[in-house]
């Protein structure tokens, strides 16, 4: 029951979402440093996201239709706000400075993204009986689930950072800037469809 439940976990958390983009181009922006809040915020809020959908799974059924589509909206309205803060970064009037997000910013890309909740229901639907029957379990196992969350946030940084190296100039920058808007766009968009 571990390799799938890890093999679910594992494409579920790295794969791209508005999370993981805005974390790439938040990496590629100001390197891991400057990222390291937004991703203590993220792990953090994945981690307590876990826990309550465990020790819920069986009204997290029920309470995710009634809450679903203001998640979607806020998470929306969230992910065009990174989108625009992409190009944002004016202070005071002078050059243009990169914004370091903070930990509030990786509270709030993770408590709005309705990924969350689908992967939480999926998870503790799949796998629940079988992995979280006591409250120690369920906790050790959204201590995990927040870990590699972490870790695939910060191979997302990494990977803006990393291509931010490989292709230095304002051109690049404007280029991945302008795609990873253009992907949370997307995301937004998408996430008020779906």
């Known amino acids: 029951m571990l390799v799938p439940f890890f093999l679910f976990a594992v494409s579920s958390i790295f794969s791209p979402g508005p999370a993981n983009i805005a974390a790439s181009a938040f990496g590629q922006e100001v390197g891991y440093a400057g990222t390291l809040r937004f991703l203590l915020g993220m792990a953090f809020c994945f981690t307590l996201g876990m826990a309550a959908a465990g020790l819920m ?3 997290l059924r029920v309470i995710f239709p009634i809450v679903a589509t203001y998640l979607r909206w806020a998470g929306a309205l969230y992910m065009a706000w990174l989108a625009a803060s992409l190009f944002l970064h004016q202070r005071g009037g002078g050059p243009s ?3 370091k997000p903070g930990f509030v910013d990786g509270l709030l890309i993770i408590i709005t993204n309705p990924k969350l909740y ?3 229901a999926a998870l503790f639907a799949s796998f629940g009986a079988q992995l979280a029957r006591t409250v120690p379990a369920i906790l ?3 201590l995990v689930l927040g870990l590699l ?3 695939a946030a910060s191979t997302w940084v990494m990977v803006g950072y990393g291509l931010s190296l490989a292709f230095k100039g304002r051109t690049f920058s404007i280029v991945f800037r302008v795609v990873m808007a253009l992907l949370l766009v ?9």
């Open 57 to 59: 799974a069986g009204a």
């Open 97 to 99: 400075q990169p914004r």
């Open 186 to 194: 997307v995301s937004a968009v998408l996430t008020i469809v779906d």
């Open 149 to 151: 969350q972490f870790i």
């Open 140 to 142: 050790l196992l959204s």
């Open 118 to 120: 689908f992967f939480a």
